[in-house]
């Protein structure tokens, strides 16, 4: 199996043999998981966790472990539980967007309707729960469930303000902050909980620089969707401007310089029409737009590593790194 | 606030208004998480846990608590996050059903949207695995867990198994036993669980009277709906025959004496073509389905009560076995 965002990482090649080699158990133990669904159940959950994502959340989890004393075989069960969480999100947003493609495939709600999709997110989740409280730690599996619920709340601010004009950059932040950034930050400091270090220091700074790599990961994936890039994405794109969710390029292009776009942007969005931007692409005050949003999200990077470089250092620390400059030439790349 | 179907049992009435204090205690604890969501998922929270359902769930914890050594105050908690993941099941399931009122109010997904609904589902979930997280009890979580998995399950099977004339009685016997009595079954046994009992059969066997009661609930729920009996329930009724869920009484259709009713219920569910059951209700082979569906009921809450008697005498046993009565008259005024 391929894990194209790793590979793409410039990692030694004995680093990234190693990573690999971890996501494939992260893969078998997801894999595992879904035997234990009833035969019922099994045949939709295949398809679901082929796995074909990008396993950013396991990757966080394996190189935080790695980083912080070891891997161990509580990383593996908290890296799959992570994942499926995540997908059990995907399986709703994708409900809820009316979402027909997601990394080149048919979304289970276009495969087997809303109905359906619904409770194979719900079960998703509840196994979820049944591999958090395996681990054993009560501590554990309550910050886990705070993460989940934050993970709700910010969905449902997010659905709560679509077409919201009155919404704020802040507004935004907080919103991604709870619906992405929580996930990522779980991963780093859940990682650093299970080691059972005596400083709790260490797991709060890498909630915060989860944190930071969560909001930027979602800058990019909001920018992707205004340029309408579906390649790399392989899923329905261009659906945030047409369900009127607010995301960080429109706000600069509401305050842009070119009165003409701003005004145009904030006359659709007042009558919750879809604005044309395909047609806005080649502009200058576009570009600028995706240009401000990705400094944001590079600026997010460059605090995320002097977090890291408060760790020993270590391959995996190394490996961390360059997981953050690559999501730099991500956000870059959008600016082509 | 009231609490009418305890209202309905002929307890002692010093009895009474103490299951009535308790269970406002799980209220007041319900209304309290409802505090923990940021103000805006506050007040859709508000309005879906205002509280008038029958409580049916938490009164079994309590009444249970209180049979096996008292009531404590994690036992509060269980009961809250139990009734919590009950809700959660419901406002999804409302959504799938398209169901537009329950318990004489109009469902979330009415008020606000399939979207929203699926969301705040989540969010109650997610609320409950943080209240079952904070009883610090691994085990007791693990169950929880799997409870919640298996509700996911049977929900599941029912949604796939819609207009199929190849269901058997036991596979509907399988559906309810997952949908419905693993959270009576969870009720009860949990609360033996949360005691730290030095004998774990006691729980087993709680389990087994809780799953015995749930899955006599669920046929007097399934006769109710066929009946189109709405005053009592307060939601939208007849929506099994609309939507293709086979329930025991149809299963009695199918194999009624009078071939001209079965023929007629087999040919419109072959076709995905409601019954016209009101047509059907005053037939005799209908009355004599819903007999035999009672029947059923009567049987098991006959067997839950045999479970019971192996507990030490005392109020709350006597208690729970004036539940079991009750359940036993509100299946027999089916037959009036």
């Known amino acids: 199996m391929s894990f194209p965002f790793f590979s793409k990482l410039r990692h030694k090649k004995e680093h990234l043999k190693l990573i690999k080699q971890e996501l494939q158990r992260v893969r078998s133990e997801i894999a595992a998981q879904v035997q234990e669904f009833q035969p019922h159940v099994q045949q939709y959950m295949e ?4 796995g074909h994502g990008k396993m950013i959340r396991p990757g966080l989890v394996l190189l935080t472990a790695a980083a912080t004393g070891g891997i161990k075989d509580e990383h593996i069960t908290f890296a799959a539980l992570l994942e499926m969480v995540h997908m059990a999100s995907l399986v709703h947003d994708d409900v809820l967007d009316k979402a027909e493609t997601r990394r080149d495939r048919p979304t289970p709600n276009a495969l087997w309707g809303n109905e359906l999709a619904v409770l194979l997110g719900d079960i998703l989740l509840a196994q979820a729960m049944v591999m958090g409280s395996r681990i054993g730690d009560t501590r554990f599996t309550h910050k886990m469930a705070l993460a989940t619920r934050d993970l ?8 709560t303000r679509l077409w919201d004009i009155e919404m704020s950059r802040a507004d935004y932040y907080e919103i991604i902050r709870k619906k992405t950034a929580t996930l990522f930050a779980m991963a780093m ?3 650093a909980m299970l080691q059972n270090l005596e400083d709790t220091e260490t797991a709060d700074h890498l909630h915060r620089m989860g944190t930071l790599l969560g909001i930027s ?8 969707d205004l340029l309408g890039i579906d390649e790399a994405a392989g899923k329905t794109l ?9 995301t960080l390029p ?13 005004a145009q942007v904030r006359e659709a969005i007042e009558n919750h029409r879809e604005v044309n931007y395909a047609a806005l692409r080649h502009t200058e005050g576009f570009r600028e737009a995706i240009r401000l949003s990705v400094n944001e999200g590079l600026t997010r990077n460059e605090e995320a590593r002097e977090v890291l470089w408060m760790l020993p250092e270590s391959p995996a620390r190394e490996a961390l790194a360059e997981m953050t400059y690559r999501l730099d030439e991500m956000l870059q790349d959008c600016c082509r």
């Open 47 to 50: 398809d679901i966790c082929h």
């Open 217 to 224: 990961y979602q800058i990019y994936d909001d920018c992707l």
């Open 238 to 246: 261009g659906t945030d401007a047409e369900k009127g969710k607010l």
């Open 189 to 191: 400091s859940g990682a």
């Open 152 to 159: 709700c709340q910010g969905e449902i601010e997010q659905s």
């Open 250 to 262: 429109m706000f600069f292009l509401l305050e842009s310089s070119s009165e003409d776009i701003a």
